[in-house]
T-cell receptor
Framework: KAGVTQTPRYLIKTRGQQVTLSCSPISGHRSVSWYQQTPGQGLQFLFE???????NKGNFPGRFSGRQFSNSRSEMNVSTLELGDSALYLC?????????????FGPGTRLLVL | DQQVKQNSPSLSVQEGRISILNCDYT??????FLWYKKYPAEGPTFLIS?????DKNEDGRFTVFLNKSAKHLSLHIVPSQPGDSAVYFC????????????FGQGTILTVHP
């Protein structure tokens, strides 16, 4: 079974631009969560989607948004990029059958904001 | 407010010996705990988990112990292998928050041949 895939793997943007990252979950998984990893803050939860609905959101500004499609693929968007948005963005998928589940991570998208 | 803490940034162990990675948490609502391993330029890989109704779970060379009263968990790797060298994260879920895992800062494990 194929794992979680994320595209692109690397991205360079400039301040003020916007970016869209994509995540394809493991086949059969309907829940997708997004995380930001930075050296200072570690891994922080952004949001979670299930059945095209955002069920949970972390403490990030509104510039960070996401969506999920009917095939469970998910995208996250960051508008008006800031230098501090440089990070590794990880998505994780799970079955979505319960609140507490093991999440399986993709390889991440490394975003550099200049 | 760091609810999950891994107080040892790094650990160095000889091949064949036991590696013990520790994790403390402050939120008494956490009831499901996981350990992930991460290599550079890759996403975290799930290793093992434990529910708060248990105090031990084993999977091959990996064993996780949970001490609820001390709000402490540990991951034991026996025997340690050079391929185990990676960053190890513990994570916790409180059972009320869809899709949200709270992670520790990670411990870099180096296993020397």
């Amino acid at each position: 079974k194929a794992g979680v895939t994320q595209t692109p793997r690397y991205l360079i943007k400039t301040r003020g631009q916007q970016v869209t990252l994509s995540c394809s979950p493991i086949s059969g998984h309907r829940s997708v969560s997004w995380y930001q990893q930075t050296p200072g803050q570690g891994l922080q939860f952004l949001f979670e989607y299930f059945s095209e609905t955002q069920r949970n959101k972390g403490n990030f500004p509104g510039r960070f948004s996401g969506r999920q499609f009917s095939n469970s693929r998910s995208e996250m968007n960051v508008s008006t990029l800031e230098l501090g948005d440089s990070a590794l963005y990880l998505c994780a998928s799970s079955l979505g059958q319960g609140i507490v589940e093991t999440q399986y991570f993709g390889p991440g998208t490394r975003l550099l904001v200049l | 407010d760091q609810q999950v803490k891994q107080n040892s940034p790094s650990l160095s162990v000889q091949e064949g010996r036991i590696s013990i990675l520790n994790c403390d948490y402050t939120n008494s609502m956490f009831d499901y705990f996981l350990w992930y391993k991460k290599y550079p330029a890759e996403g975290p890989t799930f290793l093992i988990s434990i529910s708060s109704i248990k105090d031990k779970n084993e999977d091959g060379r990996f064993t996780v112990f949970l001490n609820k009263s001390a709000k402490h968990l540990s991951l034991h790797i026996v025997p340690s292998q050079p391929g185990d060298s990676a960053v190890y994260f513990c994570a916790a879920s409180d059972g009320t928050s869809y899709g949200k895992l709270t992670f520790g800062q990670g411990t870099i494990l180096t296993v020397h041949p």
